[in-house]
């Protein structure tokens, strides 16, 4: 694999048409876009957050966390961007990708399958008791019953 460097540009929004070996970084911080190093083509857009990639800084360049996986474009790149150089990493083989997508499905399989169980597991929480209807008599039922037929009837 090619050896690669990225460099970081701020901008005030993902251009339109990007650069080989920049990495773009909005003012705000909320996403980074560059073209898959494998020299592709195609735009990588990277979500900056606490649950999506994180982006530093040093003096030898930006670096990209987690791992850059290109699972769905052709080159089925995986990379790791370090300090602003691209570290190839290993790809993943079909048969690994189909066992995580295996272990997700069973994993919602399981979570899907626990929300199907009835409510009287031990950890439901038990609702609270409602006092006691007041017991009617049939026979004043009836007798309501029949008035309201009598207001009905009107
Ligand atoms: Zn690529």
Redesign the pocket.
């Known amino acids: 694999m090619k050896q690669v460097r990225v460099r970081h540009q701020t901008v005030e929004s993902i251009p339109e048409k990007l650069q080989a070996n920049i990495l773009y970084v909005t003012t705000e911080g909320d996403v980074a876009g560059h073209l898959?190093a494998?020299g592709?083509g195609?735009e990588v857009i990277t979500p900056l957050s606490p649950t999506d990639w994180s982006l530093t800084f040093d003096r030898s360049g930006p670096t990209l966390s987690p791992s850059i996986g290109?699972w769905a474009?052709p080159?089925r790149?995986h990379y790791f961007v370090r300090g602003g150089d691209v570290l190839w990493a290993r790809d993943m083989s079909d048969e690994a990708i189909a066992r995580g997508r295996r272990r997700d499905k069973a994993r919602k399989h399981r979570y899907y399958g626990r929300l199907n169980e009835p409510l009287a597991s031990p950890k439901a929480p038990t609702p609270a008791s409602s006092p006691p209807l007041p017991s009617t008599p049939p026979s004043s039922w009836q007798r309501l019953l029949a008035w309201w037929k009598r207001m009905l009837g009107r």
């Open positions: 898959c494998c592709c195609r290109n474009f080159c790149s």
